[in-house]
């Protein structure tokens, strides 16, 4: 039997962790009462492609896992897909089925002031009375999340672990060059240069505008992002006004660019040559997801360097002791229920949600179905795992059909083979530890639109900042004129971010406090 697992990030997101799972039970997988009708409600589940199994179905109420699905609930569901560049012409049209799923807040742009104009109900009631498995499991933070006004909107796939990123090297270089993992910054330096003396091409793989590319930015604490604000005296500013420390991020990067240790034509190389590279062996470390990518860069890697050994090791750590990525919003996905919806109708709806959290519902959405998808021998399940893309895009629509479930790993997929449990170990003995705290603004702040050059994105700093920054790795201009940079940035729109995001936290107005603890 192939077990070969394919972790795309869709279906590690969608798939979850099982952990907390209560066991199934009649009354849970019932939402009708017996002698009744199933219960028919319409619900839109969010996409972010215009590719995949389920787009790729002529019908699909009538596909197989569909069906499955209203047997198991005792429902008969009308599905849609929405993408969420089609939300708006959404609302505009008022065709809004009983259950909207998204991808944003409550407040964010695809809801289009939907929630503010009451289009959806508050749920706490519902959840607290027919849904008490989900609203114990959902973590506080993703709970605040999707709420407006203290009210809960939405009910959400989650993560309980926000570090997702990790800090991967090719072991067996590391061994080959008699060194221990690299602990510090000037560790990470030492290591890289030995293994440019073994000949590897690029000892730390770079991408453009440092996306995959930050971990010098993470452990002196100075991340541009979006959710990467800090208070500073009496004001709230993004993380690069720390001079001293942005500035020894910076002469770090330089020195791995004088060096040779990064690629040259870093600030251009794509995603896809970021990924060409590693892939062929030409990288000794590097930075990327950690649930979607240990096992595909182990056989990718081995399929050119058979000898080779891929790790996810703790993030290099600054003078402050701090390390690794920014911590990823504790909402993945949100489903919101239409005000029209009437109450008996919302009470079976949150039944339907609250089987999610059974045992058969885990079995169901990460393995399907027994005798057909897997079996048991022993007690042990075998799973047929995808082995190419349309088998992974249906295995991934299957999963995406879980409500309210912990997205940050499907523990019981993973669980089946030794890559997946070494995911599993990165993922509680690295990555819970490390990742940058900020403070993050829900809606964003509205000087954001005003000033698109200093708007930051989740994982991308402002274009004015990273075209100095680069510069400076560069040689163009120099480390030491940073300070001007903050005041060109303040200039230029600056000061009146800092003016609104200091008055939005002064007044708890939409702040998000983004933590691993």
Same mark, same amino acid.
């Given at each position: 039997m192939n077990k070969k697992v394919s972790l795309v990030l869709a279906a590690a997101l969608a798939a979850g962790s099982l952990a907390g799972c209560s066991s199934g039970s009649a009354d849970s997988s019932q939402n009708a009462a017996e002698g009744q009708g199933p219960l028919k409600f319409s619900i839109a589940y969010p996409v972010t492609t215009g590719d995949g199994y389920a787009q790729r179905s002529p019908d699909l109420n009538k596909d197989k896992w569909?069906?499955?699905?209203?047997?198991?609930?005792?429902?008969?569901?009308?599905?849609?897909?929405?993408?969420?560049?089609?939300?708006?012409?959404?609302?505009?049209g008022n065709d809004i089925p009983d259950v909207l799923g998204s991808v944003d807040l409550p407040t964010g742009k695809d809801m289009s002031g939907s929630v503010e104009a009451g289009v959806f109900m508050p749920l706490d009631d519902l959840l607290k009375q027919y849904a008490p498995t989900v609203y114990k499991s959902v973590p506080?933070?993703?709970?605040?999340a999707v709420s407006y006004n203290g009210q809960i909107y939405a009910i959400p796939s989650y993560l309980t672990n926000p570090s997702r990123r990790g800090t991967y090297i090719r072991t067996d270089l590391l061994e080959k060059a008699g060194l221990p993992a690299p602990k510090t910054v000037d560790d990470f330096l030492n290591v890289m240069r030995a293994f440019k003396k073994l000949g590897v091409e690029y000892p730390y793989q770079m991408r453009e505008n440092f996306k995959y590319a930050d971990v010098i930015l993470g452990a002196y604490d100075v991340l541009p992002y979006k959710d990467q604000f800090e208070k500073q005296g009496d004001q709230i500013v993004p993380k690069f006004f720390d001079v001293e420390n942005t500035q020894k991020a910076l002469q770090a990067y330089k020195t791995m660019y004088d060096e040779g240790l990064i690629p040259k034509d870093f600030a251009t190389i794509s995603?896809?040559?970021? !990924?060409?590279?590693?892939?062929? &062996? #030409?990288? @000794?470390?590097?930075?990327?997801?950690?649930?979607?990518?240990?096992?595909?860069?182990?056989?990718?890697?081995?399929?050119?360097?058979?000898?080779?050994?891929?790790?996810?090791?703790? !993030?290099?750590?600054?003078?402050? &002791? #701090?390390? @690794?990525?920014f911590l990823y919003s504790p909402m993945v996905s949100a489903y919101y229920i239409n005000k029209k919806v009437d109450q008996e109708k919302a009470i079976g709806i949150m039944k339907f949600i609250e089987w999610m959290t059974t045992d058969e519902a885990a079995k169901f959405f990460s393995f399907g179905v027994e005798g057909e998808n897997y079996t048991v021998e022993n007690g042990k399940i075998n799973y047929k795992f995808p082995t190419n893309k349309e088998e992974t895009q249906e295995e991934s629509f299957r999963t995406t059909l879980r409500l309210a479930n912990d997205a940050t790993y499907n523990k019981l997929q993973l669980d089946l083979s030794k890559d997946g449990q070494d995911v599993l170990a990165a993922f509680d003995n690295v990555l819970s530890k490390e990742g940058l705290p900020g403070i993050g603004f829900n809606p964003d702040l509205k000087a954001f639109s005003k000033y698109p050059d200093l708007t930051p994105l989740g994982d991308t700093g402002p274009k004015l900042i990273v075209d100095h920054m680069v510069k400076m790795i560069y040689g163009k201009e120099p480390i030491s004129d940073w300070p001007k940079v903050i005041e060109e940035y303040k200039a230029k729109g600056g000061n009146e971010i800092i003016k609104e995001a200091t008055e939005r936290y002064n007044n708890k107005d939409g702040v998000s406090l983004f933590s691993n603890q």
């Open positions: 569909i069906q499955r699905l209203n047997k198991l609930t005792h429902t008969e569901l009308d599905v849609r897909l929405i993408q969420r560049e089609k939300m708006s012409v959404l609302f505009a506080k933070a993703a709970w605040e995603s896809t040559d970021y !990924s060409k590279n590693i892939s062929a &062996g #030409k990288a @000794g470390i590097w930075s990327a997801n950690v649930g979607t990518g240990l096992k595909d860069f182990r056989t990718s890697i081995k399929a050119v360097v058979p000898e080779a050994k891929v790790d996810v090791i703790p !993030s290099p750590k600054g003078p402050e &002791g #701090k390390g @690794g990525y």
